[in-house]
């Protein structure tokens, strides 16, 4: 079966440089979240999107962003990057009339 | 908000033995899901339960919505089920709320 897909997997960038993560759902999910989970920590929630509008926001920095396409994928765009920046980030899809989320591989960002 | 405390934050099992995982929340909740993080990072869905109980192979979860609990049972524990267990509930729309996880080390 069909599963999460990010990429990319891992990205190495320097502070105060951009960074874009991508997110494909799981075909015919219409809902996407974004967590990030810094080392032996919980997964934070970021964002999320229903139908291609933001529906819920989280502990989101003002310095990042993501929108959802009209083909479902998402993108979250992170600008002005910091060290405390560095941390795995996972996307997850749903169907929205029941929110079972299922997980991406995550994106391993390490800002130096 | 809403607060998700799971117990124990560690628990070290030797290869064979039974568990169970307990996740509180403070607030009703319509959305419950347990998940294994693997030592390689991977989130694995074990069980979407807003309540109720199901079973699947050694792994077995009952959610009481109206007492604001979740438990998670592991029977004849393997090394693979290494790694750290989270409960997660959705905090209104589709925001949602993990609780810190059980560390599981199982001993061969």
């Known amino acids: 079966a069909a599963g999460v897909i990010q990429s990319p997997r891992h990205l190495i960038k320097e502070k105060r440089e951009t960074a874009t993560l991508k997110c494909y759902p799981i075909?015919?999910?219409?809902?996407v979240y974004w967590y990030q989970q810094g080392p032996g920590q919980d997964p934070q929630f970021l964002i999320s999107?229903?139908?291609?509008?933001?529906?819920d926001k989280g502990s989101i920095p003002d310095r990042f962003s993501a929108q959802q396409f009209s083909d479902y994928h998402s993108e979250l765009n992170m600008s002005s990057l910091e060290l405390g920046d560095s941390a795995l980030y996972f996307c997850?899809?749903?169907?929205?009339?029941?929110?079972?989320?299922?997980f991406g591989p995550g994106t391993r960002l390490t800002v130096t | 908000g809403i607060q998700v405390e799971q117990s124990p934050p560690d628990l070290i099992l030797q290869e064979g033995a039974n568990s169970t995982l307990r996740c509180n929340f403070s607030?009703?909740?319509?959305?419950l899901q347990w998940f294994h993080q693997n030592p390689w990072g991977q989130l694995i869905n074990l069980f979407y339960?807003?309540?109720g109980t199901k079973q699947n192979g050694r792994l077995s979860a009952t959610t009481v919505a109206t007492e604001r609990y979740s438990l998670l049972y592991i029977s004849s524990s393997q090394t693979t089920d290494s790694g750290v267990y989270f409960c997660?509930?959705?905090?209104?729309?589709?925001?949602?709320?993990f609780g810190a996880g059980t560390r599981l080390f199982v001993k061969a």
């Open positions: 997850a899809s749903s169907l929205g009339g029941i929110p079972e989320q299922y």
């Open positions: 075909p015919r999910h219409d809902t």
């Open positions: 999107f229903y139908e291609k509008m933001q529906s």
């Open positions: 607030d009703s909740v319509n959305n």
């Open positions: 339960i807003p309540s």
């Open positions: 997660a509930v959705l905090a209104g729309g589709f925001k949602t709320i």
